[in-house]
């Protein structure tokens, strides 16, 4: 049996640092002709030496190598942190972008579904983005029609079908485009993070409809930073790393391998050389909890306010900075976040090293369940300076206030302080 999807060393690569007037500066007609023509030859001159890239050091692999096949009616994801290039490597297969190198081959019609902007066109309709999306996976009005109504109804838009996609919010865009690309009968469907903009009942019916088409012989491509979703849906996982694929295994195994490397990863302060994303204008250079005093933590007691101390550096002065943290399970589901734009906080980024602690106060996480920290700061305008997902773990104990407490996850990770009584039954 020949797989629905081959990639063949694959590489993606960036070009970077590119050569930009200074702001305040007017572009020479006469220096632009010669960037121009310099630039030129030098992409004549790589083309010319199989192998090499011009200006390589101004360069990055997104993608590096990668190679592995899916087969049909096989479910499989793909998953590694933010930068791993797995975005990238499904545009790639999405036909979006090019490779730079290797070979891919796609047996069946694909629908992708990536980045909320991704696939419809912001002037039409909701209706006319149907059939225009239709029309490019080679269906036919006919055949657009016997799936419309079903579109509708699971995307829940019907009221702005004839209103253009550019005013929906993110939530009805995603609702629409899934709707789109799940029931036009795709035999391969590719899944992007995007799901996750939806809303929990939305994201269930989601995966539902993508174990249906499963069972039903599809071929999915999955990406998820859920670890919980993947063996639910995936038999198979490949993992990514720095662009590279760095195992390709049963979905359990694998999603394991990966929670357990970021537990070791998660165990340092010092985040100078973590995996990360952003400009690099500012960076997060250490983290950690402390306690009331501002002593280290190894591990965080359940009810105690949770603090995290966390050190930045700036290489210049950046106004109008925001920090966020986002405290989570190991499987990734969001606990807890505190963002300096919602707490009314000014962050004013100077040139050199500074201070910053976020307080989450009498936070009630189950004993036994441990958690992870990511950390982000980004300008007002949303450029992002510095990612780190997954900067930091911490196992979570229980003292003498949480001896009640039941550490079984079904119950959930979060124990509020309930108040019981009985009252009279409604007749």
């Known amino acids: ?147 419309f109504d079903q579109i509708v109804e699971f995307s829940e838009v019907g009221k702005f079908l004839d209103t253009p996609v550019k005013r929906y919010s993110s939530g009805m865009y995603v609702r629409l485009a899934f709707a789109v690309v799940a029931h036009l009968d795709p035999e391969i469907l590719i899944v992007d993070e995007v799901l996750a903009v939806g809303d929990a009942n939305f994201q269930k019916r989601c995966i539902d409809r993508m174990m249906d088409l499963a069972r039903s012989g599809k071929t999915i491509l999955f990406v998820s930073h859920n670890m919980q979703q993947i063996p639910r849906l995936c038999q198979r996982a490949v993992m990514l790393e720095r662009g590279q694929v760095v195992e390709v295994g049963p979905a359990g195994d694998v999603v394991q391998h990966y929670m357990d490397q970021l537990l070791v990863d998660a165990r340092t302060g010092d985040l100078r050389n973590k995996t990360r994303t952003g400009d690099g204008r500012a960076k997060f250079v250490r983290a950690g909890l402390v306690d009331n005093d501002g002593r280290p933590l190894t591990v965080f007691t359940t009810g105690d306010d949770l603090i995290l101390h966390m050190d930045v550096e700036a290489t210049t002065d950046l106004p109008d900075a925001n920090i966020l943290v986002a405290v989570q399970t190991l499987h990734g589901t969001r606990l807890i976040s505190g963002w300096t734009d919602e707490s009314h906080f000014p962050v004013t980024l100077t040139k050199g090293r500074q201070g910053y602690e976020c307080r989450f106060k009498n936070v009630a996480i189950r004993p036994g369940n441990p958690i992870m920290v990511s950390l982000r700061i980004a300008l007002e305008n949303q450029t992002l300076l510095d990612f780190v997902e997954n900067a930091l773990v911490y196992d979570v104990v229980g003292d003498d206030r949480s001896r009640h407490l039941y550490t079984n996850t079904e119950l959930g990770v979060i124990a509020y302080d309930t108040e019981w009584k009985g009252v009279k039954a409604a007749e």
């Not at 390589?56 to 190598?65: P, Q, R």
């Not at 912001?122 to 657009?144: A, D, F, K």
């Open 1 to 147: 049996m020949k797989p629905a999807l081959r990639v063949e060393n694959v590489s993606k690569r960036y070009a970077i640092g590119a050569n930009q007037a200074m702001v305040g500066d007017l572009p020479n007609i006469t220096d632009s002709v010669r960037r121009f023509a310099s630039g030129t030859l030098r992409k004549v001159r790589a083309l010319l030496q199989p192998g090499r890239f011009a200006d390589d050091a101004n360069s990055f692999w997104a993608v590096k190598d990668a190679s592995f096949e899916v087969n049909p009616g096989e479910a499989v994801a793909l998953i590694g942190r933010n930068g791993a290039g797995k975005s990238t490597l499904l545009k790639v297969l999405s036909r979006i972008t090019e490779p730079t190198q290797g070979r891919i081959e796609i047996r069946g019609r694909l629908g992708s579904l990536l980045e909320v902007g991704t696939g419809f066109h912001p002037e039409l309709t909701g209706r006319e983005n149907v059939y225009m999306n239709g029309s490019i996976l080679g269906m036919s009005r006919r055949e657009i029609n016997a799936k």
